[in-house]
């Protein structure tokens, strides 16, 4: 080995590339803060919003696809702007009922490597990097959740918007799930199993509705907010700023 073999390396590529994605990280926040600046001035006048979810798979021609639509068109023709994740199936189904309706429809879509294709029937379209952003983003201007038959994604939507109204950190919403024999295993598991071992209260079941005809989505909605209003309480406005 010569002397120069011999010499202590100056540079350590291994530093530099941790040096390179802590940078990157770091700068990563600016992206996230522009991403959550962006849309939340996008979306502020369009309340009230309803927020409707369900699978990205559902095909035009499933009964699923078709009763979105007409939830969607109600709900639209009741002057409230639907808000969907912007992609195909069920979200398509939401912005095509909500489009053809007399308020506007939401798309707040996501890039993903496969899947997601934004859907033709949106008047505001804002896309997101980060699923946490966007999922801030339904919670925020939504004055109610409604919930189609869908998998993982649609599974997390629930449960986060039930955590933070468990919690306090978003105002109480009606949360409608649609189709009671899709949904009927899921809240008696909540029944027997989160509820029977304290994983839950009895009284958080109730913040959820199953409801099966778009008419009574509509009125239970309605029925939430007639003693109050849409327009969110002092109160509120500062439980959403720190949401």
Known sequence: MSAFEKLPKLVDPNAIARSTYSARESWRVFEIM???VEATERLNAIQPA????????????????????????????????????GGPGIMEAANKGAYFGRSPSIGLNIQLPHEQH??????????????????????????????????????????????????????????????????GGLIGWFKNTLVEQGMIDQRDLDLIKIINEPQAVVAAIFNHYETRGFEPSVEEREIQLNL
């Not at 699978?55 to 035009?60: D, E, I, L």
């Not at 919930?147 to 986060?160: K, R």
């Open 50 to 85: 309803v927020s409707i979810f369900g699978s990205a798979r559902t095909p035009a021609d499933h009964p699923y696809y078709m009763l979105t639509e007409q939830i969607a068109r109600q709900l639209s023709d009741a002057g409230f702007s639907v808000i969907s994740g």
């Open 34 to 36: 522009a991403e959550f």
């Open 118 to 183: 934004a859907n033709p029937y949106q008047d505001i379209s804002q896309t997101f990097r980060h699923f946490f952003a966007r999922k801030v983003m339904f919670v925020k201007f939504a004055s109610a959740y409604v919930v189609m038959p869908g998998g993982f994604g649609t599974m997390d939507e629930i449960m986060e918007c039930l955590t933070l109204v468990q919690t306090g950190k978003t105002r109480r919403i009606p949360i409608i799930l649609v189709h009671e024999p899709f949904w």
